[in-house]
């Protein structure tokens, strides 16, 4: 089975600071990485994805992500934090067959002025 | 383009009670999924289908059940409601294959007194 780790529950970074979210997975095939945001009392909102092809993948409001398959990581990165970057974030990972995600516990990031 | 719809958002209910949260989506998805968002513990998988008329429990499907008689419509069913099933619940819908990401409702915040 696949698994999702996220490293640190709760992340704080000044405004215009980097921010980096760190996602490590295990798998025993190629997996299908994804990032998803949730803000207070809503769903979650797809960032980014990786399938195949160039390892490193950008998404909407400057996130980025790179996959990096010898340090099994898809870490999250925006080179610029802005206050409403304030979110919670998931790490997913998809196997093959039926409708398996498997989702990180999440990361609370704050955004301080 | 609605996407996925939750009804309702919020519910209180007693032990004891049945209800059901409705789930409906307008993409012409296969494969649709409940989830169940506790803290600390991300989004856990309760039931999946991969088509009308087949379903498959996920990783926490005691105390639910479900149906697909359509492609639009993936209700879940609380049989006998217990506090343990107070939680946020998601559904999501996606297209077929993998690299497919997941589309999500805005979630039901159930309480269970």
């Known amino acids: ?113 | 383009n609605a996407g996925v719809t939750q009804t309702p958002k919020f519910q209180v209910l007693k032990t004891g009670q049945s209800m059901t949260l409705q789930c409906a989506q307008d993409m012409n998805h296969e494969y649709m999924s409940w989830y169940r968002q506790d803290p600390g513990m991300g989004l856990r998988l309760i039931h999946y289908s991969v088509g009308a008329g087949i379903t498959d429990q996920g990783e926490v499907p005691n105390g639910y059940n479900v149906s697909r008689s359509t492609t639009e419509d993936f209700p879940l069913r609380l049989l006998s409601a217990a506090p343990s099933q107070t939680s946020v619940y998601f559904c999501a819908s996606r297209g077929t294959g993998t690299n497919q990401p997941q589309h999500f409702g805005d979630g039901t915040r159930l309480s269970i007194l």
């Open chain 1, 1 to 113: 089975a696949q698994s999702v780790t996220q490293l640190g529950s709760h992340v704080s970074v000044s405004e215009g600071a980097l921010v980096l979210l760190r996602c490590n997975y295990s798998s025993s095939v190629p997996p299908y990485l994804f990032w998803y945001v949730q803000y207070p009392n809503q769903g979650l909102q797809l960032l980014l994805k990786y399938t195949t092809g160039a390892t490193l993948v950008k998404g909407i409001n400057g996130f980025e992500a790179e996959f990096k398959k010898s340090e099994t990581s898809f870490h999250l990165t925006k080179p610029s934090a802005h206050m409403s970057d304030a979110a919670e974030y998931f790490c997913a990972v998809s196997d093959g067959p039926g409708n398996q995600f498997y989702f990180g516990t999440g990361t609370s990031l704050t955004v301080i002025p």
